[in-house]
């Protein structure tokens, strides 16, 4: 069973492009959310997306993008890149039913980005 | 945004010491997590707690939530060199349609043989 898989592992883009990274989810899971990792940092959440819709939004500005396709897999979309965007980006899968003490995501191995 | 600090921010200790690493709040969590992420990799849940007072306990991890809901340790026992890692707390953050997490910035231990 594949656990969450992200690519590209590695990416190095200059400022003012556009990025877009990848997510498939957990076997099973219905719901994907993206993290922002900077270094030194604890992840910080972008957004949520289920049954294809963007439910939940971090403190992230325009942007940041993202899509869900049906088979649940995920894209996160950058415009205009900053030299601050550099980070590790996180995905998460997890499972849309259960309460808080079944609450689990599953995070991906992260793009590592580098923004020059 | 519910703020989580974290302590110490880092820690290299050697093997077979005890440590204990701390998550705070001044707000009331309503659940907490604990992660590892290890370099290249992305967090690893180790455990949730969601009562106040609550002990949890994961082979030499040891996981305590405050009576308050406002607090959280970490305990390590007898550390080995596959301890070593990023440790994160992080809240459960709840909205109508579903849950992410906050995360605070981390405890980094190195445990040396």
């Known amino acids: 069973d594949a656990g969450v898989t992200q690519s590209p592992t590695h990416l190095i883009k200059t400022r003012g492009q556009q990025v877009t990274l990848r997510c498939s989810p957990k076997s099973g899971h219905d719901t994907v959310s993206w993290y922002q990792q900077a270094l030194g940092q604890g992840p910080q959440f972008i957004f949520q997306?289920?049954?294809?819709?963007?439910?939940q939004r971090g403190n992230f500005p325009d942007r940041f993008s993202g899509h869900q396709f049906p088979n649940y897999s995920s894209e996160l979309n950058v415009n205009a890149l900053l030299l601050g965007d550099s980070a590790l980006y996180l995905c998460?899968?997890?499972?849309?039913?259960?309460?808080?003490?079944?609450?689990?995501?599953?995070f991906g191995p992260g793009t590592r980005l580098t923004v020059t | 945004t519910q703020l989580l600090e974290q302590s110490p921010q880092f820690l290299s200790i050697q093997e077979g010491e005890n440590l204990t690493v701390y998550c705070n709040s001044s707000s009331v969590f309503s659940s907490l997590q604990w992660y590892r992420q290890e370099p290249g990799e992305g967090p690893v849940l180790l455990v949730t707690v969601v009562t106040g007072g609550e002990v949890k306990k994961l082979k030499r991890l040891t996981f305590q939530f405050g009576d308050a809901r406002k607090d959280s340790s970490l305990h390590i026992t007898a550390a080995q060199p596959g301890d070593t890692g990023l440790y994160l707390c992080a809240g459960i953050v709840r909205w109508d349609s579903g849950y992410a997490l906050n995360f605070g910035k981390g405890t980094s231990l190195l445990v040396t043989p």
């Open positions: 998460a899968s997890s499972i849309q039913t259960g309460g808080i003490p079944f609450f689990s995501q599953y």
């Open positions: 997306y289920y049954e294809e819709e963007e439910r």
